[in-house]
C-alpha cells in the first residue's frame, strides 16, 4: 500500500488549500485515514481522522470548524479541506492508514506518505 498526499502550496492567512491523498492499494478494503502535520522545529501531531466509511471523523481543536476531511472511495482518495489558514498551519502534511482496523477512533497508524508542504505567510 503506498499513499500520496499532493494540493500543499504557500498561501496567505485566510486563505485555503485542499490536499488530497491518493491510496495505492493492490487488494483489500478502505481504511480509516488520517491527516499529520509537522511544522518548523515542532513534532509530528495528528490533525484529524476519518473512517473508512467517510461518515465519522474527528480533528484536534485548533482546527475545528476550519478544516474539513472527506473521502472518495471509488477514486480511492481522501481530501483535507482547509479554510481560514494561519501561519501556525504551516508544515508538513502527512497522511496515513489505520494500523488495526475494526476500531474507532484508529489506535494507531502505519503506510505513512511523502507529505505535502503547506506555508502560511501572515
Known amino acids: 500500500v503506498q499513499l500520496q498526499a499532493s494540493g500543499g502550496g504557500l498561501v496567505q492567512a485566510g486563505g485555503s488549500l485542499r490536499l488530497s491523498c491518493e491510496v495505492f492499494r493492490d487488494v483489500g478494503s478502505p481504511k480509516a485515514v488520517g491527516w499529520f502535520r509537522q511544522g518548523p522545529g515542532k513534532d509530528r501531531e495528528f490533525v484529524t481522522a476519518i473512517n473508512w466509511k467517510g461518515d465519522r471523523s474527528y480533528y484536534i481543536d485548533s482546527v475545528k470548524g476550519r478544516f474539513t476531511i472527506s473521502r472518495d472511495n471509488r477514486k480511492n482518495t481522501v481530501y483535507l479541506q482547509m479554510d481560514n489558514l494561519q501561519p501556525e498551519d504551516t508544515g508538513i502534511y502527512y497522511c496515513?492508514?489505520?494500523?488495526?482496523?475494526?476500531?474507532?477512533?484508529?489506535?494507531?497508524?502505519?503506510?505513512w506518505g511523502q507529505g505535502t508542504l503547506v506555508t502560511v505567510s501572515s
Open positions: 496515513t492508514e489505520d494500523a488495526k482496523p475494526g476500531g474507532w477512533p484508529p489506535r494507531g497508524f502505519s503506510n
